[in-house]
């Protein structure tokens, strides 16, 4: 695409998106671009013409290339950083390498992503550890309170800290950079979990400082499902271990990673052409647009329903959220069934959760999206009896 992009409605035809579906949620699973669906296909057509050649010959200098390409997009270089299948398996790929001790701590916090407060458990449980949770109702008022509620959990005991960088649920983007020192200050180590920011932030991740840094390409940065990163700071790549232990053991950081046994390469290989389409669009100007779009758009439908935001504008980038006009449980049963409901009845998709005793539904803003995306949502909302 080349000269000024025409945003909204406009562009839908970019994707292979349902045109009758009102789409809110590309934070959810991402949404993949025609262009890039074509280019993931070259990748396949050519494994498929001489599966051992490419798999055994080219792949390695081809993987190492694309990921690069991508390292660099993210401030990083291209040897400290892997492919990992998706957020969730980069960060229980550190969480089994670390050994940890009887009545260490790993602190998250009460806004983590689910599977990751899990897997946090996990190694905590296994190894004797203790995991420590800082609570972090909603609303939240500024980053300063995210700050707060990490210090106030840091102690002699704690050996890592796992913040997001934006929250799931809650969308709030977190003063990560503010976190690191405070973190690396109490002599605790600290990994990111980034699952959302590529593509929707602008992210120098050498320049947070953490020790890892772990986020999805398959959501922001348009890159086919799934496709994550892994980011190691080179004192913290030692000991450090794909789930899946193969030939590449002893051989190295990247060697480990990028051969964990045969699966299906396409996705990362196509990630370069991702990034381009996504640069096509106006990089940077596409994630401060969308940002503007979903900030706006909180502030309008908690203005129609009467309601708040779990956050105040300035810590949400392209999705936002919103607490629904409730009466009655605010169960995750209920969220499951307004989402459902939204989903069928309305052709409306988006996120409902339950935190601090209300619903919230989260919107996420894309290039695809226009305002009259979140009218329909509001009039939705609105004009009915929640289930």
Not at 95 to 107: C, K, Q, T, Y
Not at 300 to 317: K, V
Request: contains cysteine; hydrophobic residues 50%.
């Amino acid at each position: 695409m080349t000269g000024a992009v025409a945003y909204g409605a406009a562009l839908r035809g970019a994707w292979p998106l349902d045109p009758a579906v009102t789409y809110l949620n590309h934070g959810g699973y991402g949404a993949t671009p025609l262009a890039v669906l074509a280019a993931q296909q070259e990748w396949r057509d050519r494994i498929e013409r001489n599966p051992t050649g490419f798999l055994s010959r080219e792949l390695p200098a081809l993987l190492r290339g694309a990921a690069s390409e991508v390292a660099s997009a993210l401030g990083a270089r291209g040897e400290d950083t892997v492919f990992v299948d998706n957020a969730t398996s980069g960060i229980n790929a550190v969480l089994r390498s670390l050994a940890f001790a009887p009545g260490d701590e790993i602190v998250v916090a009460s806004l983590e992503y689910p599977a990751i407060r899990k897997a946090a458990l996990h190694a905590a449980e296994r190894s004797g550890a203790r995991l420590v949770e800082a609570a972090l109702p909603l609303p939240v008022r500024d980053a300063a309170a995210l700050r707060a509620a990490i210090a106030a959990r840091l102690g002699p005991r704690t050996r890592l800290v796992i913040i997001d960088h934006i929250a799931s649920a809650s969308a709030l983007v977190w003063p990560v950079a503010e976190l690191v020192k405070d973190v690396h200050a109490a002599g605790a180590r600290i990994l990111i979990d980034g699952a959302h920011a590529p593509g929707q932030v602008a992210l120098d991740i050498p320049a947070l400082g953490a020790d890892w840094y772990v986020g999805n390409l398959h959501k922001w940065y348009f890159v086919p499902r799934g496709c994550g990163i892994l980011w190691a700071a080179p004192d913290a790549q030692a000991g450090l271990h794909p789930l899946a232990i193969s030939h590449g053991l002893g051989q190295g950081f990247d060697a480990e990673f990028d051969w964990t046994g045969t699966r299906d390469f396409t996705a990362a290989l196509a990630a370069p052409a991702a990034i381009a389409f996504h640069q096509s669009l106006g990089g940077l100007r596409l994630m401060q647009r969308n940002a503007a779009l979903a900030r706006d758009a909180a502030a309008r439908l908690a203005a129609a329903w009467r309601t708040e935001t779990a956050g105040p504008a300035a810590m949400f980038a392209a999705m936002a959220t919103v607490r629904l006009p409730l009466r009655g449980a605010a169960s995750p049963e209920r969220a499951l069934r307004i989402m459902r409901w939204l989903g069928e009845a309305h052709r409306i998709e988006a996120v409902v959760s339950a935190d601090s005793g209300a619903l919230w539904i989260r919107i996420a803003a894309q290039a695809y999206n226009e305002p009259a995306d979140y009218e329909r949502l509001a009039s939705a909302i609105a004009g009915s009896t929640l289930p």
